[in-house]
């Protein structure tokens, strides 16, 4: 009842579940975790209170563990993956439970099944670094065995040959959100523009101070900088899918 709660108000609202997450100062994927997969169980009291302000409802209507979606048996595809961290995983498996949802009220369709990953897009920008981040995904892969219990996990298309051979034009990089940052690991940077546009860097984190992060890129002619105010998300990539 709590689930179809807040899913009746957001579509009045006309709200995504990433719009709300982000409103009550959760990460993009919160509400989508909760209403699609039941993690977690219950709405926490820092969560619930703003969400109830947020829809317009008695908190008190919010409380109570949301329904765990039952697992399913589907056929394990084997895509050819890559994996930094986690290199002992031969090859991914799929998650049994119905894929997550960042769009309001679209329901997955039968194809979609044993897909539950989402994978943004990117767009490069002539004479520039970053790339443009989709504010939604644009499509979904299989979920590798060591990011099914990820909250929040995701991947990205990667936009130009910057990082080859490591992330070919085209390939699929796998995102754990969760994974302190450390000297040497491949990363995705992220920037918020006051237009709304989020920017994007797949980049080699060689260091960081409290106010730089210090990168490379395979094929840069040099080294560079981003300002921490500005590119205040740094994500660890932890494997990729190969485009062939």
């Not at 909760?34 to 109830?52: Q, V």
């Not at 936009?159 to 450390?182: F, I, R, Y």
């Amino acid at each position: 009842m709590v689930r179809e709660l807040i899913l009746d108000k957001l579509q009045e609202l006309g709200l995504t579940m990433s719009e709300a997450s982000l409103k009550i100062g959760k990460n993009h994927a919160y509400l989508q975790q909760f209403l699609r997969r039941g993690h977690p169980l219950e709405l926490s009291e820092k969560s619930r209170l703003p969400l109830a302000r947020l829809l317009g409802v008695p908190e008190e209507a919010l409380r109570g563990p949301s329904a765990v979606l039952p697992a399913r048996n589907h056929p394990k595809p084997e895509p050819k993956i890559i994996t930094r961290r986690g290199a002992d995983i031969a090859q991914p498996s799929i998650s049994g439970a119905e894929p997550q949802n960042f769009l309001d009220n679209i329901r997955p369709l039968p194809e979609m099944v044993g897909r539950n990953l989402p994978v943004f897009g990117t767009t490069a920008r002539g004479g520039d670094d970053a790339s443009i981040l989709s504010d939604h995904p644009v499509d979904w892969e299989a979920m590798p065995n060591f990011l099914v219990n990820v909250e929040g996990a995701y991947s990205v298309f990667v936009a130009g040959n910057a990082m080859d051979p490591e992330h070919k034009n085209g390939s699929t990089a796998l995102v754990h959100p969760h994974l302190s940052p450390q000297n040497g690991d491949t990363c995705i940077f992220r920037c918020r523009k006051d237009d709304g546009v989020e920017l994007a860097i797949v980049a080699v984190l060689l260091r960081f101070d409290d106010n730089t992060w210090y990168v490379s890129q395979h094929n840069s002619k040099k080294n560079f900088k981003l300002k921490r105010a500005d590119w205040t998300v740094c994500h660890v990539i932890v494997g990729n899918y190969s485009r062939r």
